[in-house]
């Protein structure tokens, strides 16, 4: 049976925040919120699902969820499909809420589904200190595979990943919220703006794309797909700004554009939900080997440096030199982003 989350209709969470732009956390508890923590969370097994929706809980000492009061502040990582995550009831009629636990849940409808491993959702945290990813005690509620079917295997879900800045301020706290002081965008000095409540930079980054494993190719086709609310690849259709690695004898195509087959706009707001997407193409008569950096894309940023798994990377094609299909297939990631301001 569907989960309550899923079966009540799930709506894309485009992120919380309060109207006057401050994060907040929906329960009392005497948080100075001294880290603004990004937590991701993924499927971490190899499995197929359709829905998945899991509860995670941390202690009150460790730290509480960003908030509107109801839903939690979250994004969702993977470009199809529906989010949703809330702080966990605190009674049984749900009159009151935990800030130190939420329940989300992912519907793909008739999207593709989720393969795992793969990440899902980051969430925002407020922490006196960076929490461990052990921390976090996640429990799979409900799930759903191909064909309506229990997943086989079961899902394993987890932090896969958790990263803590200074969170620029200090906390007020009263009974029933904790409010992190949000900036507001003539706050900020020339070369920053206002995001997730902190001044962060402008400016353009250097995304390096990687072969990880020992495997040789001749034909290798991906897509990139990324949330145009970060910012965009540089240049659109044939004029995308990625290049090759020098010395590795491949000849490349790169194409840009968003979801509307447009190129990425300029965000409407915070939590624009347009993805972008990018298909490389590389052909090499000697083939390349792996593990080796293949190409770079500039990307210019609205929101900050991106995160590596910010994009997720799908093959599309991929055959050895003597056009053979590669076992094991190639594992494509982002290795690196880096300001190319420095």
Sequence with gaps: MIGRAVAAGLAVLLGGCGQDGAATSGAGGNVKAALACELTFGV????????????????????????????????????????SATLACADADCT????????????????????????????????DAEPAPQAFAVDV??????????????????????????????????????????CDQAACANGEHCWRGGCVPDGRYEVVFSLDNDVTFGALGIEVDYACRLGAIVGEGVTTACVGRRGLRMATSFNDRATDESPCAPPTGPYDPLWGQLGAGLISIEGVTGPTVLFTCQFQAVAGAPWPSDFSIRLVDHAAPDLRPLDPAPVVTVSEVRSTEE
């Design 44 to 83: 971490t097994n190899a499995t197929t699902l359709r829905v998945v929706e899991a509860s995670v809980r941390i202690s009150p000492d460790e730290g509480r969820f960003a908030s509107d009061g109801e839903r939690a502040e979250c994004d969702n990582l993977f470009p199809y499909g529906t989010t």
């Design 96 to 127: 009151a809420r935990s800030g130190n636990a939420i329940v989300f849940a992912y519907d793909g409808g008739s999207s593709p589904a989720v393969t795992g491993p793969r990440d899902l959702l980051r969430c925002r945290l407020l922490a």
């Design 141 to 182: 509620v409900d799930a759903v595979g191909e064909g309506l079917r229990p997943p086989r295997p079961w899902p394993k879900v987890s932090v896969t990943d958790v990263r803590c800045r200074a969170d620029g301020g200090s906390s007020t706290t009263s009974s029933t919220s904790t409010t992190v002081p949000a």
